[in-house]
């Protein structure tokens, strides 16, 4: 029976063997349909000679894979983006008799979905769960199953996701450097965090008068502006006798 479990790969490449005792390396074949019967894709006994096709495939990984199949009479047109196989992997013979096993590629990297399993059925009017028929040939039925492809990260792409919750460098120096303080609105009174600072003029700054009397810059004396009127006092008296 058919395994209901998904492959974990795609399947890369696909094959037709004139035996099935001549898998190359890394291909499964196709020998038995879902109830054990002999799967060959064509018999033929002329000439005293037996003739069998087995399909086979391999999910060893690769830049390409298989993202679609269809089964067509060997009359028909090849469908556009497909390519036939035409002959047997190991004895390069023909492939099939009256009919054609065509696949259709994609780069791995682009791909969605891809083809990821082969089965055989011996009655062409049974089907399988999570299998798409492809279509008949030598009275069997021939079904693939589809599957998402899966796309490993690059190490590129993680580290743009690790660090994409990190501020930067420079909002890291602008948050230590200027803090900023947001305004908190209580009722209808906006309260900063800058509230209840007192301010005022430092103490050291009161009654210079007395001090800067004492200072001499090159010869000028800085002196109050009670000493200057003092100095410079004059009322005007000889003026006024005059007019008088």
């Given at each position: ?25 890394d291909y499964f074949v196709v020998a038995q349909t879902t ?85 055989i059925i011996a009655k062409s009017k049974q089907h399988l ?104 006092h004059y009322n005007f008296s000889t003026e006024r006798s005059?007019?008088?």
């Amino acid at each position: 029976m058919a395994n209901d479990q998904m492959p974990t790969d795609p399947i890369t490449a696909v094959g037709v063997l004139s035996s099935r005792s001549n898998v190359p390396d890394d291909y499964f074949v196709v020998a038995q349909t879902t109830d054990g019967s002999d799967a060959a894709l064509w018999k033929d006994g002329l000439f005293k000679s037996k003739v069998t096709r087995y399909l086979c495939f391999t999910r060893k990984p690769g830049p390409d894979v298989i993202v679609d199949v269809k089964l067509i009479d060997i009359k028909d047109a090849l469908p556009e983006g497909f390519i036939a196989i035409q002959e047997t992997l190991d004895t390069k013979e023909p492939a099939m008799k009256k009919r054609r096993l065509c696949v259709k590629m994609s780069p791995r990297a682009a791909a969605d979905t891809a083809v990821f399993d082969f089965q055989i059925i011996a009655k062409s009017k049974q089907h399988l769960v999570h299998y798409t028929s492809m279509g008949e040939i030598n009275n069997m039925g021939l079904w693939y199953r589809m599957g998402e492809v899966p796309h490993p990260q690059s190490s590129q792409q993680r580290s743009s996701k690790v660090n994409s919750g990190a501020p930067s460098d420079t909002e890291s120096r602008r948050t230590i450097s200027r803090p900023t303080y947001e305004p908190q609105n209580c009722g209808s009174v906006t309260v900063t965090a800058m509230d209840g600072v007192p301010f005022g003029v430092a103490q050291r700054f009161y009654d210079t008068s007395k001090e800067m009397q004492q200072v001499n810059l090159m010869g000028i004396t800085i002196k109050s502006l009670a000493e200057i009127e003092e100095e410079f006092h004059y009322n005007f008296s000889t003026e006024r006798s005059i007019v008088l």
